[in-house]
């Protein structure tokens, strides 16, 4: 079964380091997005993409990177970590066509200190 | 700009009984989609209904419903006998239509409501 899987599940990183998580997805979606989750918040974008070399900022993009080089993956890069982005991070994935949906990843818990 | 407010941070509810979840937004679109997702305590978020602006009826699935009120910018979630396995974070979501044409994302996410179904 297709589906999208995000590593680590736990992170601990210390101030100024740099960081990645992972994002694979199986379901061929071109279309793929980091969101970070925040008591009081709910889900807000990070960056997102809608293609291989394609990538866009989302509403909290400062100190954020990403890069697509292939469908299936998009990795999201904290260039040196501070304590405001400790959070929860999910990335999604859709496709144009299938009513918008999108399928997300079970997540991965950062913890910055 | 969008924004999406569900003004309801926790519920609960009886097990076999109907509960309502409000959300409301707003925007100066005229074609849109509306969403509420569900996130159970495992975390992983799954769609559970989802609503056209432009259709006038309601969307329904299974035991979920929603209210449409588009003069209202009102999207409620209906959950009819509700089940222990209900229990979980649900967000209510805003997309603008023609998202990708466009090159601007507009999916934006309520801050969520946290059910809690009670045996």
């Known amino acids: 079964d297709a589906e999208i899987t995000q590593s680590p599940r736990h992170k601990i990183t210390e101030t100024g380091r740099q960081v990645t998580l992972a994002c694979h997805q199986t379901?061929?979606?071109?279309?793929m997005f980091w969101y970070r989750q925040d008591l009081g918040h709910g889900l807000r974008l990070i960056h997102y993409?809608?293609?291989?070399?394609d990538t866009n900022k989302g509403e909290v993009s400062d100190g954020y990177s990403v890069s697509r080089s292939n469908t299936e993956d998009l990795p999201l890069t904290l260039e040196s970590a501070a304590s405001s982005q400790t959070s929860v991070y999910f990335c999604?994935?859709?496709?144009w066509g299938q009513g918008y949906e999108q399928y997300f990843g079970p997540g991965t818990r950062l913890t910055v200190t | 700009a969008q924004t999406v407010t569900q003004s309801q941070p926790e519920m609960s509810v009886q097990e076999a009984e109907t509960v309502t979840l409000s959300c409301t937004y707003d925007?100066?679109?005229?074609?849109?989609?509306l969403f509420w997702y569900k996130q159970p305590p495992s975390r992983q978020m799954i769609l559970v209904i989802r609503?056209?602006?432009?259709?006038?009826q309601n969307a329904t699935e299974n035991r979920f419903s929603v209210n449409f009120q588009k003069a209202a910018k009102s999207f409620s979630l209906k959950i009819s006998d509700s089940q222990l396995g209900d229990t979980a974070m649900y967000f209510c979501?805003?997309?603008?239509?023609?998202?990708?044409?466009?090159?601007?994302?507009?999916?934006?996410f309520g801050t969520g409501t946290r059910l809690k179904v009670l045996a």
């Open positions: 379901w061929n979606h071109n279309n």
């Open positions: 999604a994935s859709s496709e």
């Open positions: 993409s809608y293609g291989v070399h």
């Open positions: 609503q056209e602006a432009y259709k006038q």
């Open positions: 979501a805003f997309m603008k239509h023609g998202v990708f044409t466009s090159g601007t994302y507009k999916y934006i």
């Open positions: 925007t100066s679109e005229n074609n849109y989609y």
